[in-house]
């Protein structure tokens, strides 16, 4: 499986972005998919996650009411829509998948490349 991330950019605190996962796997609809990311000098921590249906979200606190996963599997993507921009949301966020139903936010098997996000204040 491989996973394709883009999306990303430089923009002003209160911005938005979208930021999109394409898989290269036919049986894409099968896998769990998340968005993680990673700041300067800080580990990589979880944001979201949607089952392979698309009907189970899960976020981290830090980004509820601001992010927006979604998926589309007519199209192999899934996405992460982000309102509300803060500089503190600057990372390199990377889509990672599991082949598993339920939506989860741990132990995924495969992951993209990643694809900077910087929010100026």
């Known amino acids: 499986v491989q996973l394709q991330a883009s999306g990303g950019g430089l923009v002003q605190a209160g911005g938005s972005l979208r930021l999109a996962c394409v898989a290269s796997v036919r049986t894409f609809s099968m896998y769990a998919v998340g968005w993680f990311r990673q700041a300067p000098g800080k580990e990589r921590e979880f944001v979201a996650a949607?089952?392979?249906?698309?009907?189970?979200?899960r976020y981290a606190d830090s980004v509820k009411g601001r992010f927006t996963i979604s998926r589309d599997n007519t199209k192999n993507t899934v996405y992460l829509q982000m309102y509300n921009l803060r500089p503190e949301d600057t990372a390199v966020y990377y889509c990672?998948?599991?082949?598993?139903?339920?939506?989860?936010?741990?132990?995924?098997?495969?992951w993209g490349q990643g694809t900077l996000v910087t929010v100026s204040s």
């Open positions: 949607i089952s392979v249906g698309g009907r189970t979200t």
């Open positions: 990672a998948a599991r082949r598993i139903e339920v939506v989860t936010s741990t132990n995924y098997d495969y």
